[in-house]
């Protein structure tokens, strides 16, 4: 059980009616009472007489168990007062013997009428049977009270977890966006050094995503066109800088019209084949595929060469540990992630369910 039970009970003050509305407790004492008056009336073929007793009986049900609930459970038993609690319960056991017993002798006549047989006051067989069915009462309503509680702090447990990751997967997206505008911004600045004739253009691709990114990208899914609409206009933007030493490819397999995604998932990689590939590299070639396999997964695989000196030398950056964030918070454990460098060429590939 994940949820303590310490984190269950609390203060009367604090909890009456807090998890469970009152009008379930009533519902439940009606409930309760009836089915005992049926069953007693039955038993004994007199149900005035049962109606009479469970009245006497669940009045003092009602106030010992509310008792015991909401105020020495909280303030004994869970602060490890257990000599106390026990001590309590005990001297409860005996005051309900006294007052159950004293309101069936004045109803009655008789101390126990429905034992069949003459009983002493204080008979200590009687007291036996009239403790062991107050403590089943307050057993049984305590564990359903428990029960409710620890369902009810369950799916709060779920609900906030469920909103930290939520918060977290925003958070982390949020970290994509200025980590991906840093770059281009210093792409703009080299063209504008060089007083470059492709400023416009580049500028004119660059509104185009900032456009994506502020006004489209709003929800936990993107449409996958649109996202390598995007991408093909980050490649353009890195075309009209680095013109003639880069060359890219992409492939698309199967249909992916309506395939959702998380959106900015491959800027990112698509992204870091520019910039470890270029550095200390005259040219480098960028492969790209998207393969959407039986309408349920979808295969991304990128690789770009590059030069193993200049990569010793790279800072790491927040931009892969991000993505695997991402991914783990997203699908868990179901989604395949890998990379891999040979022969001066690095490759990755990453799987994800898209139904």
Same mark, same amino acid.
């Given at each position: ?14 909890? =009456? ?5 009152i009008?379930?407790?009533?519902? !439940?004492? &009606?409930?309760y009472f009836? $089915?005992n ?22 009045t003092?049900? +009602?106030?010992?168990?509310? $008792? ?16 106390k609690?026990?001590?309590?319960? *005990? ?6 013997y &006294?007052?159950?017993?004293?309101? &069936?002798y004045?109803?009655t ?8 047989r ?7 067989n009687?007291f036996?049977?009239? @403790?062991?069915?107050?403590?089943y =009462?307050?057993?049984f ?6 029960? =409710?509680?620890?369902? +009810? ?8 977890? #469920?909103l #930290? ?14 980590? *991906? *505008? !840093?770059n ?7 063209l @504008? ?13 660059l ?10 990208v709003?929800?936990?899914? @993107?449409?996958?066109?649109?996202? +390598?609409?995007?991408i093909?206009?980050? +490649? ?9 030493r ?12 309506d395939?959702? =995604? ?6 990112t $990689?698509?992204?870091?084949?520019f910039?470890?590939g ?10 790209i595929?998207?393969?959407?396999v ?8 990128i690789s ?13 950056? &927040? ?8 991914l ?6 179901? $989604? ?6 040979d022969n ?8 994800i369910?898209?139904?």
């Amino acid at each position: 059980m994940s949820v303590s039970i310490v984190k269950i009970f609390s203060p009367l003050k604090e909890r =009456v009616g807090s998890t469970i509305p009152i009008k379930y407790h009533i519902i !439940f004492w &009606i409930s309760y009472f009836t $089915f005992n008056v049926v069953r007693w009336g039955s038993f004994f073929n007199d149900f005035q007489y049962s109606l009479k007793t469970n009245l006497i009986e669940f009045t003092i049900h +009602i106030i010992v168990i509310y $008792f015991n609930i909401y105020y020495l459970i909280p303030n004994l038993f869970l602060q490890k007062k257990y000599l106390k609690y026990i001590s309590s319960i *005990f001297l409860i056991l005996i005051l309900v013997y &006294i007052v159950r017993t004293a309101f &069936i002798y004045v109803l009655t006549g008789v101390v126990s009428p429905e034992l069949g047989r003459p009983v002493s006051f204080l008979d200590l067989n009687h007291f036996i049977v009239v @403790a062991l069915g107050q403590l089943y =009462v307050m057993t049984f309503v305590t564990a359903i009270k428990v029960l =409710v509680d620890w369902s +009810i702090e369950k799916k709060r447990n779920e609900d906030l977890s #469920q909103l #930290q990751l939520s918060t977290e997967l925003k958070f982390l997206r949020t970290q994509v966006q200025p980590h *991906f *505008f !840093f770059n281009t911004l210093n792409n703009l600045y080299a063209l @504008a050094l060089k007083k470059s004739d492709s400023m416009p253009r580049l500028l004119l691709k660059l509104s185009d995503m900032m456009e994506y990114v502020l006004y489209e990208v709003q929800d936990s899914k @993107a449409n996958l066109l649109q996202e +390598i609409n995007h991408i093909n206009n980050y +490649i353009d933007i890195e075309n009209l800088r680095f013109k003639n030493r880069v060359e890219t490819e992409m492939h698309i397999t199967g249909d992916i019209e309506d395939v959702k =995604v998380p959106p900015l998932l491959f800027i990112t $990689f698509v992204e870091n084949c520019f910039k470890h590939g270029l550095r200390n590299n005259d040219k480098i070639k960028i492969e790209i595929n998207f393969e959407v396999v039986n309408g349920k997964f979808l295969e991304f695989s990128i690789s770009n060469n590059y030069n193993p000196e200049a990569m010793n030398e790279e800072k790491k950056g &927040i931009g892969i540990s991000n993505s695997l964030r991402r991914l783990k918070i997203l699908f868990s454990k179901n $989604f395949v992630l890998r990379t891999n460098t040979d022969n001066g060429i690095y490759s990755l590939f990453l799987r994800i369910p898209v139904a």
